[in-house]
């Protein structure tokens, strides 16, 4: 019990901001129109690739003779960044369809 | 960290929030992806080169050349893909997400073994990410059809439940130091990804897109637990966004089907019982026609309503669906398209299908506004969709889909289902409406039939 609140003190600041920003992510995303889910749900899974910006840290921090972490570091690097570039391309090939009909 | 790159941390971070949120309204999606793209885009090129850290330059030249080839991959796919492939891509690209995630995670245990904060957020890591890597490499399978069955070992919910616990109390032995070691974490690795892979393959693949947009949201929490890992404000307030939209998603997708989370994931949708009622109470006599048949009964038509599902996606039948559509238009014939909110393999995916092929924006009705004109309606013709159209929603409290809204095309005087078989929808039901006296079954693939339809119409 003890060592729970002790973590809650030391983390209170970061235990604020990510309820905040759970808020957020509801109060953003709330009474979106059906026709946008697809694309809505691609664009969310392009941002969750923010991940590899830690894989980027794992492999600037990184010992140089450690050659699992770097192997480990780069493939996650690679997998984060498909993920990021082919999620924002994609996405904004669906909504490139939406515009055209548009006018 | 410099403070330089924490500002460019939080103006990310800002563009996330307002990129989420123009991609909420049609006229400016398009801008609030570019503005999402570019502040992610100025994330990591920040996290290069303003970090700080003495790093020797063969690092950044191996990170550089592990960005250059993802990007190419990534933008291949992105721009090869077609369109009625877009759910498993989608699938597809946030199991590499987690994958990251999980690798991070493995990586870092071999760092840090003893703050006990590090430690739990590496070993969350580790569980969400491989969960999600597993679960939607099985999602993708199974929504290209490389997966077919739904496999359900016997009591597959204790089992996967039991583990899900073995997982968990696993991860707080290594947290606490009762049992730790490099092994140990592979070992946690493997059970993870089983887990993803028994979490995913029970469910049915008509509820796959729930199953993709949890996932989604799961790669989300995962970027954010690797970001307290860092300190890293834009992972930590990034990740979360999407975790929590994600599963605001999700809750959106069971409601438009009239379905709990939980009857999703643990009630194994057509499963058993289902198959064994199915094709036992519904029976009788269907009725044949033919393109020239269905051409000449079009052309005296007022108002045709086509309803399209996910077996157009598959005949890649967009094209001349559209065809179809401005020939009758020219024909005097108005002609709409009724669209329901889980058409297809995920909301929306009729929009973006249709939308490829130019087809106008007013001409896409949804269900709650399409559903009183069918009265009015002379023909209605139904492309590759079945559970949707299905009366059993309405009038059989046994079915499995019973209470899920429907497009109540039965109203309508007569009725067109273009099929290539008799074979049940996804969801494994069998439909009354194609024993339906107003019905006439229209056999055949629906790029080749619609083809021959839009020749007879020509011809006419």
Known sequence: MQQIIEFLKENLQLIYILILAVFIGVEVIKNIPAVLH????????ALSGVVIVGAILVMLNADPNNYVALSLGFLAVVLGIINVVG????????????????? | MSITLSIIYLISTITFVIGLKLLGHPETAKKGNSIAAFGMGL?????????????????????????????????LIAIKVEMTKMPELVSLFNGFGGASAALIGIVEYGNNQADITQVTTIIAAIIIGSITFSGSMIAWAKLNGS??????????????NLLLIALIVFGFFIVNGSINGEIIIYILLLFSLIYGILFVI????????????????????????????????????GGILVGSAGLILTFAMCKAMNRSLSNV????????????????????????????DVAVLMNYADKVVIVPGYGLAVAQAQHVIHELEELLTKKGVEVSYAIHPVAGRMPGHMNVLLAESNVSYDKLIEMDDINPQ?????????????????????????????????????????????????????????????????????????????????QELKNM
């Open chain 1, 38 to 45: 697809t694309p809505l749900m691609s664009g969310a899974n």
């Open chain 1, 87 to 103: 999620g924002f391309a994609v996405t904004d090939r669906m909504l490139q369809m939406f515009k055209k009909k548009k006018k």
């Open chain 2, 147 to 160: 997966l077919k069955k739904d496999i359900r070992l016997p009591k597959y919910n204790l089992i996967n």
């Open chain 2, 202 to 237: 029970p469910i049915g693949g008509a509820d796959m897109p729930v199953v993709i947009s949890l996932l989604n949201s799961l790669t989300g929490i995962a970027a954010a637990i690797t970001g307290i890992l860092y300190d890293n404000m834009v992972m930590m307030v």
């Open chain 2, 374 to 454: 069918f009265k009015n309606t002379d023909v209605v013709l139904v492309v590759g969709a079945n559970d949707v159209v299905n009366p059993a929603a309405h009038n059989d409290p046994s079915s499995p889909i019973y209470g899920m809204p429907i497009l109540e095309v039965e109203d309508a005087r007569s009725i067109i289902i273009n099929k290539r078989s008799m074979n049940p929808g996804y969801a494994g039901i069998q439909n009354e409406l194609f024993f339906n006296q107003k019905t006439s079954m229209l056999f055949g693939d629906a790029k080749e039939t619609l083809t021959k339809l839009v």
């Open chain 2, 265 to 292: 994931i643990f009630g194994a949708f057509g499963g058993d019982s289902v198959a064994a009622k199915k094709g036992s109470t519904i029976g009788g006599h269907i009725k044949k026609t033919n393109p020239s």
């Open chain 2, 43 to 75: 994330a990591i090129i920040g996290t290069i080169f303003l970090n700080n850290l003495e790093v020797p330059i063969f690092i950044y030249i191996l990170i550089i050349v592990a960005i250059l080839i993802g990007s190419v991959i990534g933008w």
